[in-house]
């Protein structure tokens, strides 16, 4: 007995099938289609065959391309959309491209399902000649009034930067859903079109289409990054007056978005308001708490999050770091070591950030061996790092030694050493680094003009800054900046070349800022230029009204003239604005641990011993020729007091705590019995020369670190040369 025919074409179909699901290879794959094609052209075997084309994961895009051709008639479009659908969500959005443009050139039928995934790919790949060429076909065939075709239009034509004809779309439109309007208002605050993106969130309020939960995330979240208190204000008036559910994809836009704007405390309620609170919002307001200065309320929220990632602990080390607690910041550090997180190239520039910042040498030294033993050692940017925390923790040696051993070096390593040579006072070693950088073809930028400028500042190297500064815009192009001309009104101020620091405000193509003018007055204190002093001080606080430096500094010209009166009125001004004057802080670390010192601070545990050691110090130095310059105390008191005063500076204080130090204990506690001292402040004259002859009776190195830059007291000389 015979089978039906029918029945032999199916068993072919079901064997041809089974076979499809056991290709492996290319050549099974080439194999199975050449029995297709010899079996014949049966509907059905034709839509074997495009089942293989877009169902083997063995085959390449060419080679199903080149299967799909052969394929006669085409499939129906029923077959084809969610072929083209599977493929707009894979990782070659671009191939919807091409099966699309092959299944047009075989005359394949499309409608309307078949143009969204086809413009959510040219969306992906930005492909905006073949999007508006699809925008022509979906017209030619009808279907532009499907609300699903028309958003998908909408939205190629903003991802492709086209937002003017996504908007030409959008208002076409018959029918707007909230999809719609969400896509849009998305794409407005995307491209940062927060004004337009807010103008629609009210035509949409108006049209009776109630925004959901999405369309909020996406302007609430658009306001957090732009930080406009006016849009803050109406959204939030908005959620108030609508009574809307607040989820928590909601709540955390709202805490993002108050975060942005630094309103911390309206970003902290919600925050509280939230049942889950995940890792990116805790991470976040770690970060606004830090940026407004608030590190205790930061820390809180540190605390309390359990599930620390990298980018949490990262933003709290960078907090302190930034802060004036960069001890603080080291302990967080070693913590997040001991809880098992490794560190990247970012967490390691807030560390050594940190020691920078510190100023300790030891650390300095220890977080050099970390980088190295962790696989930081060949970061280009990781050694510009060490380069600066080297040379702002005294060890001019360190900072040349990690230069001297880069295997390569860029425009940032060049311009980190020059700025070492500089902050040392090692002008002509800065110079002779940035000739050999302009040798080694590596150009410097702005950068590398402002560390060469401030070591001639600082050296009164007057001929050879000027004609650096002229060479930045004659060989380099380079416009000079308010840093550059700071720092050349600093070397004629310096120099006592008033009237030409004078000029080049004069002659400045910006407006000069209180850094500038502030440059110019603290020159005239020093060379006595009282009338000159008044005139840059008035322009200060033009500026500023309430900047502490300028009123101080212009109380301790009056000072140094004996204008007492003058110098009561300034203090009863700083009294009524509530401006005080940034006292001296002096820090030396021993042992790892810090020891700070005010004027006159007696809270110091060790604080008889320290003054009894301040009292042998100046009689021996006395003995070497010492006289206490009563002149550096700007006060109204007896001359007696003011010898005191001035003994009882931080800074001395600090020397003679590290002179009560045993010596052998010393030279195990301090780094080859150097004594460091960190001031926040610049050093006056009479600890200059204090430092100076204390190096040549004790036969010590002292180095300070003062606001500025570097002193090494050897011998009794200062690497300054006595001019800073």
Same mark, same amino acid.
């Given at each position: 007995?015979?089978?039906?025919?029918?029945?032999?074409?199916?068993?072919?179909?079901?064997?041809?099938?089974?076979?499809?699901? /056991?290709?492996?290879?290319?050549?099974?794959?080439?194999?199975? /289609?050449?029995?297709?094609?010899?079996?014949?052209?049966?509907?059905?075997?034709?839509?074997?065959?495009?089942?293989?084309?877009?169902?083997?994961?063995?085959?390449?895009?060419?080679?199903?391309?080149? +299967?799909?051709?052969?394929?006669?008639? @085409?499939?129906?479009?029923?077959?084809?959309?969610?072929?083209?659908?599977?493929?707009?969500?894979?990782?070659? #959005?671009?191939?919807?491209?091409?099966?699309?443009?092959?299944?047009?050139?075989? !005359?394949?039928?499309?409608?309307?399902?078949?143009?969204?995934?086809?413009?959510?790919?040219?969306?992906?790949?930005?492909?905006?000649?073949?999007?508006?060429?699809?925008?022509?076909?979906?017209?030619?065939?009808?279907?532009?009034?499907?609300?699903?075709?028309?958003?998908?239009?909408?939205?190629?034509?903003?991802?492709?930067?086209?937002?003017?004809?996504?908007?030409? %779309?959008?208002?076409?439109?018959?029918?707007?859903?909230?999809?719609?309007?969400?896509?849009?208002?998305?794409?407005?605050?995307?491209?940062?079109? +927060?004004?337009?993106?807010?103008? &629609?969130?009210?035509?949409?309020?108006?049209?009776?289409?109630?925004?959901?939960?999405?369309?909020?995330?996406?302007?609430?979240?658009?306001?957090?990054?732009?930080?406009? *208190?006016?849009?803050?204000?109406?959204?939030?008036?908005?959620?108030?007056?609508?009574?809307?559910? *607040?989820?928590?994809?909601?709540?955390?836009?709202?805490?993002?978005?108050?975060?942005?704007?630094?309103?911390?405390?309206?970003?902290?309620?919600?925050?509280?308001?939230?049942? %889950?609170?995940?890792?990116?919002?805790?991470?976040?307001?770690?970060?606004?708490?830090?940026?407004?200065?608030? &590190?205790?309320?930061?820390?809180?929220?540190?605390?309390?999050?359990?599930?620390?990632?990298?980018?949490?602990?990262?933003?709290?080390?960078?907090?302190?770091?930034?802060?004036?607690?960069?001890?603080?910041? &080291?302990?967080?550090?070693?913590?997040?070591?001991?809880?098992?997180?490794? @560190?990247?190239?970012?967490?390691?520039?807030?560390?050594?950030?940190?020691?920078?910042?510190?100023?300790?040498?030891?650390?300095?030294?220890?977080?050099?061996?970390?980088?190295?033993?962790?696989?930081?050692?060949?970061?280009?940017?990781?050694?510009?790092?060490?380069?600066?925390?080297?040379?702002?923790?005294?060890?001019?040696?360190?900072?040349?030694?990690?230069?001297?051993?880069?295997?390569?070096?860029?425009?940032?390593?060049?311009?980190?050493?020059?700025?070492?040579?500089?902050?040392?006072?090692?002008? =002509?070693?800065?110079?002779?680094?940035?000739?050999?950088?302009?040798?080694?073809? %590596?150009?410097?930028?702005?950068?590398?003009?402002?560390?060469?400028?401030?070591?001639?500042?600082?050296?009164?190297?007057?001929?050879?800054?000027?004609?650096?500064?002229?060479?930045?815009?004659?060989?380099? =192009?380079?416009? #000079?900046?308010?840093?550059?001309? !700071?720092?050349?009104?600093?070397?004629?101020?310096?120099?006592?070349?008033?009237?030409?620091?004078?000029?080049?405000?004069?002659?400045?193509?910006?407006?000069?800022?209180?850094?500038?003018?502030?440059?110019?007055?603290?020159?005239?204190?020093?060379?006595?230029?009282?009338?000159?002093?008044?005139?840059?001080?008035?322009?200060?606080?033009?500026?500023?009204?309430?900047?502490?430096?300028?009123?101080?500094?212009?109380?301790?010209?009056?000072?140094?003239?004996?204008?007492?009166?003058?110098?009561?009125?300034?203090?009863?001004?700083?009294?009524?604005?509530?401006?005080?004057?940034?006292?001296?802080?002096?820090?030396?670390?021993?042992?790892?641990?810090?020891?700070?010192?005010?004027?006159?601070?007696?809270?110091?545990?060790?604080?008889?011993?320290?003054?009894?050691?301040?009292?042998?110090? %100046?009689?021996?130095?006395?003995?070497? !020729?010492?006289?206490?310059?009563?002149?550096?105390?700007?006060?109204?008191?007896?001359?007696?007091?003011?010898?005191?005063?001035?003994?009882?500076?931080?800074?001395?204080?600090?020397?003679?705590?590290?002179?009560? *130090?045993?010596?052998?204990?010393?030279?195990?506690?301090?780094?080859?019995?150097?004594?460091?001292?960190?001031? =926040?402040?610049?050093?006056?004259?009479?600890?200059?020369?204090?430092?100076?002859?204390?190096?040549?009776?004790?036969?010590?190195?002292?180095?300070?670190?003062?606001?500025?830059?570097?002193?090494?007291?050897?011998? !009794?000389?200062?690497?300054?040369?006595?001019?800073?």
């Amino acid at each position: 007995m015979h089978r039906p025919i029918h029945s032999t074409a199916v068993s072919a179909a079901d064997t041809i099938l089974e076979k499809l699901s /056991h290709c492996k290879t290319l050549n099974n794959v080439k194999q199975l /289609h050449a029995h297709i094609l010899r079996t014949g052209n049966d509907h059905n075997l034709n839509s074997i065959l495009f089942n293989l084309c877009i169902s083997s994961f063995s085959i390449s895009l060419s080679n199903a391309l080149s +299967l799909f051709s052969s394929i006669t008639p @085409p499939p129906e479009s029923l077959e084809f959309n969610p072929f083209l659908r599977d493929l707009s969500r894979s990782n070659e #959005p671009r191939a919807t491209i091409l099966f699309y443009q092959r299944f047009r050139h075989a !005359g394949g039928r499309l409608d309307q399902f078949s143009f969204p995934p086809i413009l959510k790919a040219a969306s992906k790949v930005s492909a905006l000649f073949e999007g508006m060429e699809t925008h022509g076909v979906a017209f030619k065939i009808a279907t532009l009034s499907d609300p699903f075709v028309e958003t998908c239009l909408m939205d190629m034509y903003a991802s492709c930067g086209r937002i003017n004809c996504a908007r030409n %779309v959008f208002d076409e439109m018959s029918h707007r859903d909230v999809v719609t309007w969400n896509t849009m208002i998305d794409r407005y605050c995307r491209c940062g079109l +927060l004004d337009e993106a807010f103008i &629609l969130f009210e035509e949409m309020k108006c049209s009776n289409v109630l925004p959901d939960e999405m369309i909020l995330c996406n302007i609430v979240s658009a306001c957090g990054r732009a930080g406009d *208190m006016r849009y803050n204000r109406a959204i939030y008036d908005f959620l108030i007056e609508n009574d809307v559910r *607040m989820d928590t994809h909601l709540l955390t836009a709202l805490v993002t978005m108050y975060t942005g704007a630094g309103c911390m405390d309206m970003a902290r309620e919600f925050y509280k308001k939230l049942s %889950v609170r995940n890792l990116f919002v805790s991470t976040a307001m770690v970060s606004g708490y830090s940026k407004a200065g608030r &590190l205790d309320d930061a820390r809180v929220i540190f605390d309390q999050t359990e599930e620390k990632d990298l980018v949490c602990w990262t933003t709290m080390i960078s907090a302190y770091a930034e802060s004036d607690h960069p001890q603080e910041g &080291l302990r967080v550090f070693e913590e997040m070591r001991h809880s098992g997180i490794e @560190p990247d190239v970012i967490t390691m520039f807030s560390v050594i950030s940190a020691c920078a910042s510190l100023g300790t040498l030891d650390n300095a030294k220890w977080v050099h061996c970390y980088t190295h033993l962790n696989g930081f050692k060949s970061e280009l940017s990781i050694n510009n790092a060490l380069i600066n925390m080297y040379s702002k923790c005294g060890s001019l040696d360190g900072a040349r030694d990690v230069f001297g051993k880069m295997p390569t070096r860029n425009v940032v390593s060049w311009s980190s050493i020059i700025n070492a040579y500089s902050m040392h006072g090692k002008a =002509n070693d800065a110079l002779i680094s940035f000739a050999r950088m302009k040798q080694e073809n %590596v150009e410097p930028n702005a950068v590398t003009f402002v560390g060469v400028l401030y070591g001639c500042s600082h050296s009164g190297l007057v001929e050879e800054g000027k004609k650096i500064f002229a060479s930045m815009t004659d060989e380099y =192009n380079i416009t #000079p900046k308010l840093e550059h001309y !700071g720092c050349m009104v600093d070397l004629f101020g310096r120099a006592n070349r008033l009237q030409e620091a004078l000029e080049v405000i004069e002659s400045m193509a910006m407006a000069p800022n209180v850094v500038i003018w502030g440059s110019l007055m603290s020159a005239c204190t020093v060379h006595g230029e009282l009338e000159l002093g008044e005139f840059a001080a008035k322009h200060i606080l033009e500026l500023e009204p309430d900047h502490d430096g300028a009123l101080v500094l212009l109380s301790n010209i009056y000072a140094r003239e004996q204008r007492w009166g003058d110098v009561r009125k300034i203090r009863r001004v700083m009294e009524e604005k509530n401006v005080f004057k940034e006292k001296g802080l002096s820090r030396i670390d021993l042992n790892g641990i810090a020891h700070e010192f005010l004027i006159g601070d007696k809270r110091h545990k060790q604080s008889d011993e320290i003054y009894a050691t301040l009292d042998d110090v %100046v009689s021996k130095l006395k003995l070497a !020729g010492y006289v206490p310059h009563s002149g550096s105390v700007l006060v109204d008191v007896e001359e007696e007091e003011k010898k005191d005063l001035v003994l009882w500076h931080s800074e001395k204080l600090a020397l003679c705590f590290g002179c009560l *130090m045993n010596k052998e204990e010393e030279k195990e506690r301090i780094s080859c019995g150097v004594i460091r001292i960190v001031k =926040n402040l610049r050093v006056c004259e009479d600890c200059h020369t204090f430092f100076k002859l204390g190096s040549k009776v004790y036969e010590r190195e002292i180095i300070v670190r003062d606001r500025t830059r570097f002193h090494h007291y050897k011998d !009794g000389l200062c690497s300054c040369r006595d001019y800073w």
